[in-house]
């Protein structure tokens, strides 16, 4: 190994140990902001606001570091993609540092513990948290992509419980818990977040090693209306146009016996077979598959009308559609066809960008 080759690898190794020691500070305040809110301790929650101050400088030398790396070795290939991956992992170890200060903060307001189903709900939330963070550090820390891999599965399978901890929150009459519960609310989400930057931890951990890119995200989508046949038209136009983007379902408030023929014949025209489907109801569709929805859209009137409360994650649309009968014939499902088909092309390319399949 030459002298350069030494000095480069003497250099990246002085930066993964300098990564190493951040990733501890920043677990370790996690850690602490979690038990101080289990506990009531506010001396603890003081000490870990403060404690951040440290692993803020620390990740500006670190950056200023891997700049310097840069201009000094011009690195190219596996280091390459490792110092790329590393200013990453070193603004989102800064991130989660900020969201323990945000934990610790608010249990330092909390006139005492929480209790009940909210601490229950915490406790699991705060234990898979740590885990997954602990183990995402390990990953890239060990350059290990199958580690990360399997840690990517845990926040997969992580349920977030939002939407009942803010049902909770609604619906209790006790107005002088209020500041307490919005709180707790608050430190929910920011473990979530936690959460999703332990998972970003474990993308960069698969990148430097295998310079593999995150796979664009997709979304799911539900087109709702009353008898299921513009909503039917607006699943079937996403699924043929955009198949790598999204999930699609469709459902009516009182949907028919079966589709429109009409309809069908005309869908099947352009590479659709609907014959054999039935319009779904929408009581059909269980909680759980409401909740899952990125987006809701309703293609007659406004999306509340069809549910008692927009699921926490889900953002509702409505789109303003000229109806269509029988009597208007094939010309009249053409016009529906195209203004749906501009509606779902402005949506999937807000979502995934131009260019979307």
Request: glycine share 4%; charged share 25%.
């Amino acid at each position: 190994m030459s002298h350069l080759e030494e000095r480069l690898e003497h250099d990246l190794n002085d930066i993964r140990s300098r990564v190493q020691q951040q990733a501890e500070r920043v677990e370790t305040a996690v850690a602490n902001a979690i038990h101080a809110l289990q506990t009531g301790n506010k001396k603890l929650a003081y000490a870990t606001i403060l404690n951040d101050l440290p692993i803020n400088r620390t990740m500006r030398e670190i950056d200023a570091i891997c700049h310097k790396f840069i201009a000094v070795h011009l690195p190219s290939g596996s280091h390459l993609r490792l110092l790329s991956s590393v200013i990453r992992v070193n603004v989102e170890l800064e991130r989660i540092g900020d969201y323990a200060v945000t934990i610790a903060r608010e249990s330092a307001q909390l006139s005492k513990p929480p209790e009940g189903t909210m601490a229950r709900e915490l406790d699991r939330m705060a234990s898979e948290t740590m885990l997954m963070l602990r183990q995402s550090i390990r990953a890239f820390s060990d350059l290990n992509a199958e580690m990360g891999r399997s840690t990517k599965l845990l926040a997969d399978q992580m349920e977030s419980n939002l939407d009942s901890i803010y049902t909770e929150m609604m619906n209790n009459q006790d107005r002088g818990k209020v500041k307490d519960i919005l709180a707790v609310f608050v430190v929910f989400t920011q473990l979530k977040r936690v959460a999703d930057q332990a998972k970003n931890l474990c993308e960069d951990a698969i990148f430097a090693v295998t310079g593999e890119q995150k796979a664009p995200k997709v979304y799911k989508i539900l087109f709702l209306d009353e008898d299921n046949s513009k909503s039917r038209m607006a699943e079937a136009i996403a699924r043929r146009n955009y198949p790598e983007s999204g999930e699609y379902i469709s459902a009516g408030r009182h949907p028919a016996g079966s589709l429109n023929p009409h309809l069908v014949s005309f869908l099947e025209k352009r590479g659709k077979n609907l014959e054999n489907l039935k319009p779904t109801a929408l009581d059909e569709l269980t909680e759980r598959t409401l909740s899952e929805q990125y987006v809701i859209v309703s293609l007659d009137g406004e999306v509340s009308s069809y549910l008692p409360s927009i699921p926490f994650h889900s953002t509702a649309l409505a789109w303003d559609l000229d109806p269509v009968s029988d009597t208007d014939g094939e010309q009249g499902f053409e016009n529906l066809y195209r203004a749906i088909s501009l509606q779902v092309k402005d949506l999937m390319e807000t979502l995934r960008g131009e260019g979307a399949s």
